[in-house]
C-alpha cells in the first residue's frame, strides 16, 4: 500500500483524505433524533451547490448502481435507449433489461462518445420515453458532451434523461438545473474521495412526477420515498451514519477550498497535465490517449501502453514502487492503463506518479 497520501490514483475507490477518515470515528446517533436532522439539514446548501441545482438532492446508502436502478424504476415506463460507450453504459443498459424495461441500445467502440446527431437520429428512429447515458466513462475514460446530448432529448418532450454522472461529478462541470437534467447520480467513492458506499443523486420536477406515474418502483429505490424524506432531513433507513460524518466534512472541505468551481478547475489542470506529459515525453515511450481530443475525462486519463508492454505489468511495476494505478478495464486490460486523478489529488503529485511510470518502461 502506498507509504504516504497522494500515491493511490485508482480509478475508484480513491484515495480519502486523513482529515476525512478521523471524522468517521464519531459516535453513533440516533437515525430518528433531532441529531441526525440537523446534521441532513446542514448538508443541504452544500448538496445542492455540488449538484448546481436549487432542488433537494438525496443520499442514500449503497453504491451508485443502486441510484442506477432508481433511476430505471422511476424514471423509465417501457422503453428506453440506452447509450453505450463502455463497460459502465453496459452495466445502464442491463440494470433497465433487468428491471423489466424494453431496451434499444446505442453503442460506440470503446473510448469514443456519442455525438448530438447520433443521439438525434435514434430519438426519430425509436419510440422511448428515457435515455440512459454515462457522462464520463470509466472504463476508457471518455467524456460525453453531456450539455449537448442534454439539448438533443430536450427536442424530445416526453424523454427523460437519465446520467450517470459518477466520475463527473465534483471533478468536471456537471449543470444540473441549467442543462435541464432530469436524473444524474454518483457515488461517493470518487471525486468526492471519501470511502465507498452512499450514492447521491438531484433529480428535476418532471422527473418526480414520472416516477409517481409509476406503478412498480420497487421499495428501497423509490424516488418517491427519497424525495419525501430529503424535504424532511430525514434518512429512509438506517444510514451509513459513519458515511454521512464524512461527507458533511467533505462538503465543508470543498467549500473552504473555493467551491465545487475551484475543484473542477483542479482537476481539468490535473487533466491537462497528463495530455502535456503523453504530447512531449510518453508519446516517446510509446504511450498514446485511447479517447479524442475533446472528449477526454477531467478526472481518468485511459492511455493506450507502448507496444509490447502490458497494462497489467505497468500496474504491477508501480505497485512496486508503493504507487497505485489501474489497467485497462475489460478488453482492455492488457492494451491500456488507466490513471484516476480525481478527488483530493494534485498535480504536483500527479507529475510525480508520471515520472515514476516513464521509469518502469524506460
Known sequence: MPSSFGQFFLPGPTEVHPDVLATLTKAMIPHRGKAMTELLAGMQQPLQALFRTSGLPVVGTGAATAFMEMAVRSGVRHRVLSLVSGAFGKRFAAIAQACGRDVVKLEVAPGRTIEPEMLHDALIRSEVDAVTLVHSETSTGALAPLKELADVAHEFTDVMLLVDAV???????????AWKLDFVLTGSQKALALPPGLALAAHSERMLERAKSVPERGGYLDLVAFAHAA????????????????LDAQLKRIEAAGGVEARWDRHKRMRQAVERWVEERGAKLGFGYLPDEGRRSWTISCLTVPEGQNGRDIQYALADRDWTIASG???????????GHMGDH???RLHQLLGQLEEVVA
Open 231 to 246: 424535504e424532511n432531513h430525514q434518512p429512509t433507513n438506517t444510514p451509513a451514519i459513519s458515511l454521512l460524518y464524512g
Open 329 to 339: 478495464y475489460g478488453d482492455l486490460k492488457q492494451s491500456t492503463i488507466r490513471i
Open 346 to 348: 494534485s498535480v504536483e
Open 167 to 177: 466520475t463527473s461529478l465534483a471533478g468536471s462541470p456537471v449543470e444540473t438545473d
